[in-house]
């Protein structure tokens, strides 16, 4: 069935380009990586940080975007994707660690997420609850078996701050409310995505240990990590495809 067409300003793009089943991630490099796993894969637009490809998996067509840092610049990408047409999102991101059961280059697949991005209060009330889709997190799970990939789900935390200042980050506290990990953006994408009836996923390679915090010696960039992100990657264009349980 055919969908009017609207030109999505921020992504820079006619809505009939946004697929279905889309992925999405923070970094641009990491939108061309996730699509290099795609059949075909092309490149459609790419405006500030918001850069999209579309591609197919098995004959299923997909949308690859990446939306920058943070929930307030995230939520314009979900919210324009979703007037695009998209009916599926996953988030493929990375996240420090809250627990001690998750350690440096394990993945998790968030269950839901605490909403201190510092954004969602001013699009509904904070009583509504920020949760991934059952479809989404069982295909996610799948996946990971399908793959042998190891994962644990649960909650996750959502900050709008990185490095803190005078306030601090909430990482210890939720530490201790057996959150599993903390990033930027998944509580933003769980309620606009509740909001508009649109399914949606996440799931991270941890990148550090975020309890007691040192921003100073946060470095991602290690052998680890990159496996992890590769393995994460495997999983969610595996999920997004929709193969039977």
């Not at 894969?41 to 850069?51: H, L, P």
């Not at 409310?177 to 953006?185: F, G, H, I, K, R």
Request: some cysteine; hydrophobic content about 45%; proline content about 3%.
């Amino acid at each position: 069935m055919s969908k009017d067409t609207i030109f999505l300003p921020i992504l820079k793009v006619d809505s009939s380009l946004i697929n279905e089943k889309v992925i999405v991630c923070g970094d641009p490099a990491r939108a061309e990586k996730i699509a290099g796993r795609l059949d075909s894969a092309e490149e459609i637009s790419f405006n500030r940080e918001y850069r999209l490809f579309n591609g197919t998996k098995n004959n299923v067509d997909i949308s690859v975007v990446s939306h920058g840092v943070g929930a307030a610049g995230a939520a314009v990408c979900f919210e324009e994707l979703i007037k695009g047409g998209a009916r599926e999102i996953i988030r493929v991101g990375t996240a420090g660690s809250l627990s001690g059961e998750i350690a440096d280059g394990d993945i998790v697949i968030a269950s839901a997420a605490v909403r201190e991005d510092g954004l969602t209060e001013q699009l509904i009330a904070m009583p509504y609850p920020a949760v991934a889709s059952k479809e989404l997190i069982d295909r996610l799970e799948w996946a990971a078996k399908e793959t042998n990939i190891r994962t644990k789900t649960g909650i996750v935390l959502t900050v709008g701050a990185f490095y803190p200042e005078l306030e601090g980050l909430p990482n210890n506290y939720y530490s201790r409310a057996n959150v599993l990990a903390v990033e930027m953006e998944a509580s933003a994408l769980f309620v606009i995505a509740g909001i508009h009836g649109v399914e949606a996923g996440a799931i991270f390679a941890i990148d550090g240990i975020a309890v007691d915090f040192d921003a100073d010696k946060y470095n991602p960039h290690r052998d680890k990590i990159d496996k992890a992100i590769e393995d994460e990657i495997e999983i969610a264009v595996k999920a997004i495809e929709g193969k039977q349980l």
